[in-house]
């Protein structure tokens, strides 16, 4: 899974996988690493990382999260791409929609096509995954600018699938 996260104001990169008790990371498009963490207590995880132990105290802050690992402390926003994003403004509903894959699949059915005016709650394109068939919709009325998939193409999580202006 591919995230775009905040490290003290500076926008990372992160793709992980995880098994039981391991993590597989790539940050900003290095080299893979694999961490074994382990909750060693509400809050507190034991980290081990290139042969090194750490303790990393995970609270929730303002911005996200707040990681304290050997004394310092490291503020974290993660974006979540299902998560609806929202404008300047902060208003849902009002400027440019994105429309982001949730989840990794494959595009089924592209209801919509450049150019279409849409309404609120329209459906435009279905994504399938798992098995199951997920329609993403239009947050409000307006435009599509941009189609950036065709069906049966294959999508990663916060993959961008469409524009409505």
């Given at each position: 899974m591919k995230r775009e996260i905040t490290i003290g104001g500076i926008p990372h990169t992160l793709e992980l996988e995880r098994?039981?008790?391991?993590?597989?990371?790539?940050?900003?498009?290095?080299?893979a690493n694999t961490a074994s963490i382990v909750p060693t207590e509400p809050g507190i995880y034991s980290?081990?990382?290139?042969?090194?132990?750490?303790?990393?105290a995970v609270t929730r802050s303002a911005q996200g999260i707040a990681i304290e690992i050997a004394g310092r402390i490291f503020e974290v926003e993660i974006q979540d791409?299902?998560?609806?994003?929202?404008?300047?403004?902060?208003?849902?509903?009002?400027?440019k929609q994105t429309l982001i894959a949730p989840m990794p699949?494959?595009?089924?059915?592209?209801?919509?096509?450049?150019?279409?005016?849409v309404e609120a709650g329209q459906g435009l394109i279905v994504i399938e995954a798992m098995k199951m068939q997920n329609e993403l919709k239009a947050l409000r009325p307006g435009r599509v600018v941009s189609l950036a998939v065709a069906e049966g193409a294959a999508v990663a999580a916060g993959d961008v699938l469409a524009i409505v202006e």
């Open positions: 098994t039981a008790e391991t993590v597989s990371f790539r940050f900003d498009g290095a080299g980290v081990l990382l290139n042969s090194r132990s750490y303790r990393a791409p299902r998560a609806p994003r929202r404008n300047a403004s902060g208003l849902p509903g009002e400027g699949g494959k595009i089924v059915r592209i209801l919509i096509a450049q150019g279409d005016t």
